[in-house]
């Protein structure tokens, strides 16, 4: 048996650092090297997820310490504006590893490749600086792509999640008290997930994020006006022959709804509908925020770049 890729995971505690430990876990490939929280150092890993059986233990790393310590992969999975200086110090002393971010830093980057697979494989094969797509922008982009080409006006797109989205440092948006039984928007115009879908689709989107009581899961509903008239039929072949071939990407006649999305691997597509006219379509893509929106995907990635099966470790 061949030696397994080992994982250095940076920001462990957080929802998304509980399903990456997870996921590593599992996969037959790859050991998890070393775990960073601070607020959790010294303790045993396996404490917070009892999946990891590879007796690890957090740690709180300085970004030199994490360049000098051995990994294939080392995986960015906290805040926005935290990853630079652990990016620096392993260009420094360890360029050859692969790094996924997870955070919004490198997603306009040309010298990084942009991590959503069933838009952009080739570039992440072989790629050592990936980043990894946000969760809305993932969901939305799946749900437009296959119509940009026929778009004659923005897309508009609804969205929700769970607070899970919010992360875990309390504030409004993960109040649980607060959002009990209730819907609430933000950020309706320039939203981070807008600006990126719209460079990634070379095309302006406009976006309406929302978060919602449960936990996780994500719902997009898109509605793109056409420059000439489609059928139901043709609205749906449309993305059948763009996914055919994608297996974390399942497509049904319905809308989905958003507990269709969660705890899936992957990202469902459907309720394919049509303007009276025939000038206008909507469908809707649901999808887990944390999983495909963010674990999964960076899994995905690394199984890509270190050229292993791209599904290794991600069931179906």
Known sequence: MSEPFLVGLVGARGHTGRE??????????????????REFAGRPVAEVAPEDNDECIFEALTPDEVARRRANVVILAAPDGAAAPYVDAINTDG????????????RFADDWA????????????????????????????????????LASGVPAVFGVSGYSGAGS?????NDVERLK?????????????????????????????????????????????????????????????KYANEPLIALQDGAPELKEGAYRNGVVIG????????????????EDNLLKGAATQALQNANIALGLDELTGISL
Do not use: W
């Not at 069933?118 to 570039?123: F, S, W, Y």
């Open 20 to 37: 990456l430990i997870r996921l590593i876990a599992g996969h037959p490939e790859l050991m998890l090297a070393y775990a960073i929280s």
């Open 271 to 286: 309720g394919f509908t049509v303007g009276v006219d025939g000038k206008s379509a909507a469908v809707v893509a649901a």
């Open 169 to 173: 440092t309390p504030g409004p948006r």
């Open 95 to 106: 360029a050859d590893r692969i790094i996924i971010d997870l955070s919004a830093d490198y």
């Open 181 to 241: 039984d209730n819907l609430m928007p933000y950020a309706l115009a320039g939203h981070k997930h807008e600006r990126e879908a719209s460079h990634h689709l070379s095309g302006p989107v406009r976006f309406m994020p929302h978060v919602h009581p449960a936990f996780r899961g994500l719902l997009t509903t898109v509605h793109i006006p056409l420059k000439e008239q489609l059928n139901v039929a043709q609205l749906k072949e449309l993305y059948e022959q």
């Open 114 to 149: 942009y991590g959503l697979p069933e838009l952009n494989r080739a570039k992440i094969r072989g790629a050592k600086r990936i980043a990894n797509p946000g969760c809305y922008a993932t969901a939305m982009q799946l749900a437009l792509a296959p119509l940009m080409a």
